[in-house]
């Protein structure tokens, strides 16, 4: 198993940046990676994911465009450069690796996952 552990996270006003960064404890590079978020009430959602060696990179309509996921595979780092931040986008973000998920988008295809970190975006 690998410990994955977010930072990053802050409150910035609408129009903002925030750069999200996900350390994992050991060789991250066997696993997808992808980000989501959960706001207060409602589900869980994927935001963006990247495969193994980061050559394919997946997005959420509602961030693509704005947000941008990569990988370094010798540092072991996960990123969510998040540009042009809304008050939407204000969520808890959770970093999660997964062996060989068939679609990047379910949950049920990551089974390790950091404890999260608080963006909140105002307006």
């Known amino acids: 198993q690998v410990q994955l552990v977010e930072s990053g996270g802050g409150s910035v006003q609408a129009g903002g940046s925030l750069l999200l960064t996900c350390t994992a404890s050991?060789?991250?590079?066997?696993?997808?990676m992808a980000w989501f978020r959960q706001a207060p009430g409602k589900e869980r959602e994927a935001v963006a994911g990247i495969s193994r060696s980061g050559g394919e990179t997946y997005y959420a309509n509602s961030v693509k465009g704005r947000f941008t996921i990569s990988r370094n595979n010798q540092q072991n780092i996960l990123y969510l450069q998040m540009n042009n931040l809304n008050p939407d986008d204000t969520a808890t973000y959770y970093c999660?690796?997964?062996?060989?998920?068939?679609?990047?988008?379910?949950?049920?295809?990551?089974?390790?996952w950091g404890q999260g970190t608080q963006v909140t975006v105002s307006s």
């Open positions: 999660a690796a997964g062996r060989s998920p068939p679609n990047w988008a379910p949950a049920e295809y990551y089974n390790m």
């Open positions: 050991k060789y991250m590079q066997p696993y997808w």
